[in-house]
């Protein structure tokens, strides 16, 4: 009877402790399934775009992209998926099946941040160049016309300015301006909402000066990271500071143009 008293014991245990894991891997298993419902309910912010988007891993630190730190700026209940990538413009994003790879995920109320300009300009190189009054404008209609095709609202935002001195306080011309026109263009023509922010990038970087916007570029001496010992004299890739400034002028343009571009902001958001 002790034998069989400790046997109906023991099977009661295991009965007790195999209650204890499935109800454990049942609510982890409706803790997951109410994690993907609520990610498909949240409204995304697909960007579109090059190396000063991107997002970076410590790889290429102290690197960082502007997509990567736009979270700082929007609520909650919006996602950022950010398949923005290093050197490409938007032939070759195209090209890759990047746009492709969005257009499989993006839907109704999403956003598409289209964010081009550095490497179309990059006439060497036959894989990326396009020219700013046709093919740029014809690329940039096609990453609208997903957007749209998908009840998602597209956003035109015209390329981050490099630092492009001649002096302490003076820009040179730079090489962004006809492909930011032809941007300009395009949003009219399409009527889709355009964020300015290579006028707004050149406005900072003027009144900053030459030496303190080193700062916000992948510009520093020898030996200031360790992953990263030698000197770098990079006036296009952005290191935190900058990515999180310029992040901040993409902020203010979403916020003058108002509507659902306002609404997904920070609210008291002082930029």
Known sequence: MIFFSHD????????????????????????AQGKRRNEAEMNKIFWAADSTVQTNDFT????????????????????????????????????EGRLKAIEEQIGAGDFLFIQFGHNDEKKEDPTRFTEPFSTYMENLETFIRVAR???????????????CFMD??????????DYVAAMKQTAEKNNVPLVDLY????????????????????FFPEGEYKNHP????????????????????IAKGLKEIGGIYAEMLLDDLKL
């Open 8 to 31: 109906v014991w023991i099977s009661t245990r295991e009965t007790s402790v195999s209650l204890v894991l499935y109800l454990r891997a049942n609510s982890a298993r409706k803790d």
């Open 60 to 95: 290429t630190y102290p690197q960082t992209g502007i997509g990567q730190v736009f979270p700082l700026f929007v609520k909650n209940e919006y996602q950022i998926v950010n398949h923005a990538k290093n050197g490409r413009s938007t032939k070759s994003f195209m090209d």
């Open 149 to 163: 095709d998908h009840s998602a609202y597209p956003v035109l935002i015209t390329p981050l300015e490099r630092r």
């Open 168 to 177: 302490e306080k003076h820009l040179g011309i730079g090489a962004h301006s």
């Open 199 to 218: 006028s707004m990038s050149r406005m900072e970087l003027k009144r900053a000066g030459e030496k303190n916007s080193r700062r916000w570029y992948m």
């Open 230 to 249: 030698e000197k770098s004299e990079d006036n296009t890739h952005l290191r935190y500071d900058g990515a999180v400034n310029f992040a901040s002028l």
